[in-house]
T-cell receptor, first 112, second 114 residues
Framework: DQQVKQNSPSLSVQEGRISILNCDYT??????FLWYKKYPAEGPTFLIS?????DKNEDGRFTVFLNKSAKHLSLHIVPSQPGDSAVYFC???????????FGKGTSLLVTP | EAQVTQNPRYLITVTGKKLTVTCSQN?????MSWYRQDPGLGLRQIYY???????DKGDVPEGYKVSRKEKRNFPLILESPSPNQTSLYFC?????????????FGDGTRLSIL
């Protein structure tokens, strides 16, 4: 049973605009959420994370928002760049970083 | 450079021929884990290890074995590989005990079992 869901398999955005990637989860015990970025032929690369005690975390062009009541998090990329084109995985853990549960990923394409 | 190293990166083999995929990390991480990635399924955890000599099953452990004799190494063993184990495999490591810490991933091993 998928506990972390990314319902959009793909997303296309123009360069300079905002990319919003969404993720829903079902387990209320999750306390740590992460976003990973994956290019072909490479392993997932950690992008940004958020603890369940926060509702927002920002790192440069990347911001993650957490809505615990809705069991929803989102990743905002502003402004989007062609180099951001990759598959983005949402992940969640219920014990501060052990045993990550991954979504199926969203393929982002940023067009010039 | 901090990294997780997997070998081999690619392997084509036949059903029933034992194989081992090695994983090594140079970050002195306590926690190591193996995942497989399949189309439409995302990444699923196979086995993990909290520390030396401590291993446990993840979500999809059938057909796999692991060992953790040293902190830096966490090999994945397929005693009798079958075609349904054809997949992309990732090793990861972290130190969750130091507070929320992300897992660092290797570049993956693509296995094809014929």
């Amino acid at each position: 049973d998928q506990q972390v869901k990314q319902n959009s398999p793909s997303l296309s955005v123009q360069e300079g605009r905002i990319s919003i990637l969404n993720c829903d989860y079902t387990n209320s015990m999750f306390d740590y959420f992460l976003w990973y970025k994956k290019y072909p032929a490479e392993g997932p690369t950690f992008l940004i994370s958020i603890s369940s005690i926060k509702d927002k975390n920002e790192d440069g062009r990347f911001t993650v928002f957490l809505n615990k009541s809705a069991k929803h998090l989102s990743l905002h990329i502003v402004p989007s760049q062609p180099g951001d084109s990759a598959v983005y995985f949402c992940a969640a853990s219920r014990n501060s970083g052990y045993a990550l549960n991954f979504g199926k990923g969203t393929s982002l394409l940023v067009t010039p | 450079e901090a990294q997780v190293t997997q070998n081999p990166r690619y392997l084509i083999t036949v059903t029933g021929k034992k194989l081992t995929v090695t994983c090594s990390q140079n970050m002195n991480h306590e926690y190591m884990s193996w995942y497989r990635q399949d189309p439409g399924l995302g990444l699923r955890q196979i086995y993990y290890s909290m520390n030396v000599e401590v291993t446990d099953k993840g979500d999809v452990p059938e057909g796999y074995k692991v060992s953790r004799k040293e902190k830096r190494n966490f090999p994945l063993i397929l005693e009798s590989p079958s075609p349904n184990q054809t997949s992309l495999y990732f090793c990861a490591s972290s130190n969750p005990g130091q507070g929320n810490q992300p897992q660092h991933f290797g570049d993956g091993t693509r296995l094809s079992i014929l």
